[in-house]
């Protein structure tokens, strides 16, 4: 079989991961290239600039990650898993001087800000899980990179390979993969729920114990600053909104997660017999971080989030999960705009946080009229039924039957599929 060049294994194992969704770089330390422990002008990286879009930080910034596998051999064999053992796809293998080689290439041609390195299991989950830090202390300790990495880590690998990775990523991650424990039973056997949880346990308190050693010795090693993320592929087993909401709470409460990501089923080639032939709506995936947001930034109980499903445990596709449960709480409806606190506009459909927070700074000033609502809102139509200001007031509109209907976006018209 003939040796496949670099950019050949680049092409093979950078597709292969794009279905790995948790590569946002946000809540990662700013860092440029100046001073540092080599000596001034010494460092390579930052994650300071702006490059070719793969994420976004809190402030807007768009930072750019080269996102590659080390290698798409695997020993499991996971059934929703293109890279499973038993698939019949290209196989390719990095070493981890050639992933630090084409980071420091892309950086230099200003192709990217940073590196999102995951990996199949090779050998075993603690030989794959030290060459994956291998990238990483090369990268930190030779070239002192600052710019962001992000590694995937392995739960299945030895607690002190995870734990050392912390050292020399910004973020640290690991897959819950799917959001029930008979879901991942059925799909995954080779994975063990307690097991994740227990390697995610362990990178909470790492986390915790470093920051609390930053605040009292000012040298102690920082320890994965943009904290663990984790990801739950969406559809591939028949967990409902209701379930993958819940899932998600108590992962952010147990674990302190920076964030859950979702990733709606993609079929694979050679699929097994126990998945669905037909990859869920991508409209679905949205949903979902919309209810997340709910929670992370409205101030929504996961049980209010809940409560916005219809009686199957899904979310509505066509309208987003604020609007779902306020037309299901109307009672909580109108809110006035000039007096009700910040806790109760942040749950009036179409006022985001911006939004809020412009109206209780503005109201200090002066009684704002719908005018003022409609300067800070994309569809000032979707706001009136639920808000009262100095010159408005719904009446019977916040009551009606048809509400949703009159709310709910225009079906755009698609082209049918010749060959459906």
């Not at 290698?71 to 898993?81: A, I, L, S």
């Not at 930190?140 to 002190?160: M, N, Q, S, V």
């Not at 302190?256 to 979702?262: A, G, I, K, N, S």
């Not at 006035?336 to 006022?351: C, F, I, Q, S, W």
């Amino acid at each position: 079989m003939p040796q496949l060049t670099v950019l050949e294994r680049l092409e093979i194992l950078a597709d292969a991961a794009k279905y790995d969704a948790s590569c946002a770089s946000s809540g990662t330390t700013k860092r440029n290239s100046k001073g540092g422990p080599n000596g001034p002008g010494r460092g390579i990286g930052s994650t300071e600039g702006m490059g070719i879009c793969h994420a976004y930080a809190p402030d807007g910034r768009c930072i750019s990650l080269l996102k590659i596998l080390l290698t798409n051999h695997c020993v499991f064999d996971c059934h929703y898993c293109v890279n499973r053992k038993s698939s019949n796809t290209r196989r390719a293998r990095f070493t981890p001087q050639e992933v630090v080689d084409l980071t420091l290439s892309f950086y230099r041609r200003n192709y990217i800000e940073g590196l999102f390195l995951s990996s199949g299991i090779v050998k075993s989950s603690s030989h794959t899980m030290e060459q994956l830090i291998e990238v990483a202390r090369i990268l930190r300790e030779e070239h002192d990179f600052r710019g962001y990495i992000h590694l995937k880590t392995i739960p299945e690998a030895d607690p002190e390979l995870v734990a050392q990775a912390g050292l020399y990523a910004d973020r640290v991650s690991i897959n819950v993969e799917l959001p029930t424990v008979a879901g991942l039973t059925r799909l995954a056997p080779d994975k063990s729920a307690p097991q994740i949880e227990g390697a995610m346990g362990s990178l909470k308190e790492a986390i915790v114990e470093a920051k609390d050693a930053r605040k009292r010795f000012r040298h102690a090693p920082k320890f994965a600053p943009a904290g663990q993320s984790t990801q739950m592929i969406v559809g591939a087993d028949a967990a409902t909104d209701a379930d993958i909401v819940g899932r998600a709470s108590t992962l952010y409460d147990r674990f302190r997660l920076r964030r859950v990501y979702y990733s709606a089923f993609s079929p694979i080639p050679d699929a097994s017999a126990v998945l669905p032939l037909k990859r869920p709506p991508l409209m679905r995936e949205h949903r979902l971080y919309q209810s997340d947001w709910l929670m992370r930034f409205y101030g929504f109980a996961p049980h209010e989030v809940q409560q916005a499903t219809g009686n199957d445990g899904m979310l509505p596709l066509d309208i987003d999960p604020k609007l779902a449960w306020a037309l299901r709480f109307r009672g909580d409806f109108p809110v006035d705009v000039n007096r009700a606190p910040r806790e109760k506009l942040l749950r009036v459909p179409g006022l985001g946080v911006k939004a809020v927070n412009a109206l209780v700074a503005a109201r200090r000033q002066r009684r704002l009229r719908l005018a003022d609502v409609g300067k800070l809102t994309v569809s000032v139509a979707k706001v009136r039924p639920f808000i009262v200001t100095e010159d408005w007031r719904p009446v019977l509109l916040t009551d009606r039957a048809d509400l949703q209907s009159l709310l709910a976006p225009a079906v755009k018209p698609t082209q049918m599929e010749l060959f459906a």
